[in-house]
């Protein structure tokens, strides 16, 4: 039994010294360039998912949130920004309601058919934004019992009466030509 001891200490010292790869060099020698640690890859970062953001930089959080074609059209043309205003509940901001949408005309049509239904705009812009579906579509979704054909042509219409009375430059810009 007393023989056992060192034996196996030995070969524990051993084992551990093979794993972490380090070679025991005598004193005044210079070690081989291949001797030290094993090299270890770094380890690799999980991969996101395929449209997943990137995580803001301090850069970007400091700055104001991008503003959508609406957004930007609403802020450069205050009568038009008024009249729609005019048609939302006292209570709603209007940058916040515009917020995702991306053609002037669509927005001021749901803001519309919002007043006219009766039904509240984050709804409208839950459907149309959130889900990508067209005014007609959105309407259905809502009021399944309703003339939502009917409704969404109106709205439509009221939309292009709004933007026509002098708000051209708006509509080109909202539309991206300009």
Not at 29 to 58: L, N, S, V
Not at 156 to 167: F, K, P, R, Y
């Amino acid at each position: 039994m007393p023989r056992l001891l060192p034996a196996v200490a030995t070969t524990v010292m051993i084992v551990l010294m093979a794993d972490t790869g380090f070679a025991v060099q005598a004193p005044g020698t210079a070690a081989p360039r291949h001797a030290g640690p094993k090299a270890t890859p770094e380890p690799r970062r999980p991969a996101r998912p395929r449209g997943a953001r990137r995580p803001p930089t301090r850069k970007q959080t400091a700055s104001s949130p991008k503003l959508s074609r609406v957004q930007v059209t609403l802020q450069r043309d205050p009568a038009l920004a008024a009249a729609v205003v005019a048609r939302l509940p006292p209570s709603s901001n209007l940058m916040e309601v515009s917020a995702g949408f991306e053609d002037i005309v669509q927005f001021v049509a749901a803001v519309n058919a919002s007043r006219t239904l009766g039904i509240p705009m984050r709804e409208f812009s839950r459907r149309m934004v959130g889900d990508r579906m067209p005014l007609l579509l959105a309407i259905q979704d809502l009021r399944p019992k309703s003339h939502y054909r009917t409704a969404a042509r109106r709205a439509e219409d009221e939309a292009t009466a709004m933007l026509a009375s002098g708000e051209a430059p708006a509509l080109a810009l909202a539309k991206g030509k300009g």
